[in-house]
Every structure is written in structure tokens, then in C-alpha cells.
């Protein structure tokens, strides 16, 4: 049935070792080689058939659901699609004899949403091929053709509309679903070779396409007219093009330099170029996530973007995930905080598609970077083609509360959680604008850590209605007469007198974690806050 399995997966003797992120691309360059570069245009490394030789054109990836996103590609110079996995070190794990069925020089492939997958074919009897998802022939498709085969193809958004070129002046079009050969979608003007084409959004004609034809990079309308071209200078052999998925901007190669370019869809404007080092041998470009018609693309938002609130409140983030407009319901979605708060948590999309996930703010200010993926195959690992979102918090110190005012008595002492004996004393308000004032002192007497603090300035004083009363102080302190820290009071005026009642809590971030220790009742002294 065209089905051949390798017995393990066969090492592919990566340059250097590489994880697949979304964005990347893939150049199929000379002796069967495919050089993997990120979006930025560097290279990451480079994946090798263990024994076929010659070159590779087309290439695709399948969706996570159903085992990917794992690397395909047309084996033009040995009649065969061959897969990589995605994992390193990405290892020959299927290989399809696709001359078993008829086809040679298979040319290109696109998958289904369904899973299955499509296979043009430049010579043997030019036929379009379908397999399923694990790779077992269904049936082929005797489609028009012109100079050679079903060169190029690319399967709408309905799942049914071929769109193909043939490397001649015509852009074919066959239904899959009626075995009907379709009116052509366009005849394109003057010289050249239509090769590899993309549809644009909606990814069913009416948004216009992309076609490689060999002296440019040409963009039709849904009528078939050319609107726009794409060019560098000095290049004519335009060969293989993909999305990216910005949605935005294409890649297209040539296969004579062996060069390819990022360009602004809109502008045309060049915004990458790579070098592949292979000139004459560039005829394959495929990137990871790349938006195909044929493929809903899913997609996660978080929201808020970026959020600004006191220390010690919540936060909550919302993740919204959808395929295409569409909510996806049940999907797990893990969050990673990471910065002032480091932390990790999941929910579930509702019928709205969304979930939310809260956590605590912390003591000091600072910020946090928050990121979050939907775990579609729910392995509680970020897969390469699984989306993702992130998103960012900032932590700032509270607003005074007006008129509150606390007094420390001087000579008031607690025995730290570090076992040292602490005393301390010091007074702050805040005035009816909510102007923060007073002076702390504090001196841990050691021996494990002494130090002395003596205030530079308060800068917030906050007093929440709780029972008993409670208060924070924050400001900044010298700490043995020198520096500027950062530091932190919170105490409860739990009773009168305070001694062993009242508590009192400092601590100073920047002064190796300094903390005196929390619930920490008073050996002496009193605390009064009054509001």
C-alpha cells in the first residue's frame, strides 16, 4: 500500500543540537540536506538522510494532534516521502515509497486538517496522491497538467479545492472531494515557470495567492490578476515560497544562488536574507507553524498584556484559545511565572474558549514575565507547534493609607527567626494628602547576623482594615551607616500592653534575604497603629 516503516528511528547527525521553535525554517539544499535557521535568519543546524542522496523540493509539517509536529518532505531524487521527527535528533521515522502507487519526482506536499496529506508529483504519471494520517495510500487524482506534473500543490480552506501549478503559465484547480477537474483559478502573463504558491487568507481563492515564477515572486487577486511582485536584483530563479506566520510576511528561494528572502507581504520589502552556501541546490523552504489554508490555525491570547498593581494584590490572567475564530473548548493551559514571583498553574477553556489563572503578587517591587501554552495533547510539555502566548506584570509599591499612623516603642526587641536578639523603635504617618513621613530604626545584635538599619525615608504606609489592627512601612535604610536598601515593616497592634502579643516583621531583599521572621510576637515593647 506504499507504507514503509525504517525499524527505529535512524540519527541524522545534526551539526550541532537543536530544538524546533515555531518560525523556523527549513532549506532543502544539496546531497538530500535540510539547514534549519531561525526566523531570524540564523543557522541552527542541519538534518541528513542516513542514505538517499540528491535533492528534496517540497516540505510540510503535521499537527500535533496527530503526532507532530514531525518534518515531511518530497524526496524528489528518490521517489519517496520521508518524515523526521521533531524530537532530537530528529531521526528518519517513516519513509513512503510513493513510485509504488505510480507518482515519480514527488514534487510537494499539504496536509489535510483531517490529518491526511496530499503529494504532488512532477513525472511517473503526474497523478496527485492521498494518504492518510499514518501514512497509507488512499487514492490518486488524474489531474491536468501542462510542462510536467501536479508540480506544486496547495488544498483550500474547504478541504476539497487543489489549487496547483505545472511549472507552465496556468494555476490549476481540482476537486479532491469529486474527482472534477475545476476551471483554472488563472492563466499568468508573459515568461516564466509557476512553481511553488501559497493561498492568502481566507485560504480559499477570494483572498488571492503567492506563486514563485521563476524571474519573480508574483501575488494574484481573487480574479486571477497579477497585483503585486516580489524581486531581488540579480535573482531569477524564484523556486520555493512559504507563509510565515506573522501572517504577515513570505519566504521564497532561489535556487540558483541558494539564497532566500523574508519579504513584507505589503511593502515587498526584504526583511531577512540567508545564504544556504549551496548554490544551484535550493529547491525546498518550509517553516515550522506556517499558516496553510488547508489548516485551521490555532491560536492563544493572553490578557492582559501588561498589568501594573500594588505589591501583595492578585493577579489575573486570562487565556483565550481558539482555531481559526473558533473557541476550543477543554483545552489544558499552563502558565509559568518567572521574576519577582516564580510560580506555575493550569485551567481549562470554558465554552467561551477562555480560562484564567490567579496568583499572589510579592513583597517588594518588581516585575514578572508570564508565559502560557495550550497543551493540546495534554503531555504537560510546550510541543513546537502547540501556541502560545505571553505577557508581562509589574509590581509597585502601594498607595499610602491617609491619616494612618503607627508608633513603634523604642527599645521594643523580639528574638529574630535567625536566633538573634532585635530591637527596634521608629514612628510613620500620613498626612491627610497622603504624604508618608517618620523615621525606623532597627539593630539585630547578632551574633549570627548583626547589622544595623536606620531609616533614610518612608515611602508608603498602609494601613488595611483588618482585625487587629495591621500596618506596613516601606522605605528605604542604611544598613551599618552606609548603602540605600530597600526594606520593609508589617506589624499587628494586637493588644495593650503588647509584650508578647504584638508582632513585628522586617525585612531587606537586598541584604541576603534579611528577615526577622514572621507571626513574630514581641519579647518587649508596644505597637499602636491608629486610623
Known sequence: MGLGLLSGAVNPSPV??????????FAGVESGDYKVYDNAGTFKETISHPTFSGFTTGCAFNDVAFGGPDLYTTYFSAGSVVRYANAHPHGVVQTIDVTLQGGAAPESIVFAANGDFYVGHASGDRDIQKY??????QQKYDVATENVGSDWIELSADQMTMFYTSEGRRIFRYNVATSTQLLDFATLPGSGRAFALRLLPPGDGTGGLLVADLNNVKRLDALGTVVQTYDVVGEDSWFSLNLDP??????AGNYNSGKFYKFSILTGVVLVTVDTGAPSNLFGLCLLGEPTAAIKKKTLTLTPKTAVNPVDSKHTVTAEVKEDSTPLVGVTVRFQVTGSVNTTGFCT?????KCSFTYTGPAFPGAD??????DLNNNSVQDADEPFDDATKTWVLPLSTALCEVDITYGGWIIAQNTDKANFGGNAKVDSQNNPQGQEEYQDQGPVQPMNVHSIDVL???CPQTMPPS??????????GSGSHLYRIDVEDVAEPGKGMDTYRIRIPDASNYDSGANNKLKGGNIQIHK
Open 460 to 462: 508608603s504606609v498602609v
Open 471 to 480: 500596618a506596613s512601612i516601606f522605605g528605604n535604610a542604611t544598613i551599618d
Open 132 to 137: 492518510n494520517a499514518a501514512g497509507v495510500f
Open 16 to 25: 550541532e543540537a537543536s530544538t524546533w521553535q515555531i518560525g523556523d525554517v
Open 349 to 353: 477553556t470554558d465554552a467561551t474558549g
Open 369 to 374: 514575565a508570564i508565559h502560557a501554552y495550550a
Open 246 to 251: 506573522d501572517g504577515m510576511s513570505f519566504w
